[in-house]
């Protein structure tokens, strides 16, 4: 691209003109766009490979995600021409992608944030059902003293005769 043609549309995205400065925007992002969406990329692998004790499921989807990375080159783009005044030089280069390091620095720490936020509530769900088991478990082994308690009272008013063959039957397996 000529970088003259380049600086001639940084200078009219700078001007006063917001209709001038619009029509030169769509030719800078036209230019800009496909290079965002590349560097946004290659900062979310990068930041996934660094960062090993955050690479979740839900991070791996997201720094994979196309449409995820396509809405963050729109929130970038929507962003420069927002704050086009603050461009006090002719390296619009420079000043987008600084953007957009900035804007996924933002939605990176987020993004851990997210899937600090989601393991604890996984952790947690965790121990809650552990707790909940060990209190079955322990129902569990407090109906089964009852029913041993309740079958030995019933065996104290029965005949001998009937209550040796309900033990012979139990040490046999039969019941």
Known sequence: ???????????RFRGADSKDASSAFRKL????????????????NHKSIDNEEHNTDLMRRWENDLDFHENLTRRIIKKAFDNRMALRHNNFAGWIYTIQRNYCLDVWRGLKFKAKQLQMEARDKYDEN???????EALSRIDREQQI???????????????????????????
Do not use: Q
Request: aromatic fraction near 14%; charge should be positive; proline fraction near 2%.
């Open 29 to 44: 992002r036209r230019i800009y766009r496909p290079k965002i969406k590349r560097r946004i990329l290659i900062f979310f």
């Open 149 to 175: 308690r309740a079958v030995g009272e019933i065996l104290i008013y029965l005949s001998d005769e009937y209550r040796e063959v309900i033990e012979l039957r139990f040490m046999s397996g039969y019941t």
């Open 130 to 136: 552990k707790r909940l088991t060990a209190s079955y």
């Open 1 to 11: 691209m000529n970088s003259n043609y380049e600086a001639d549309l940084v200078a």
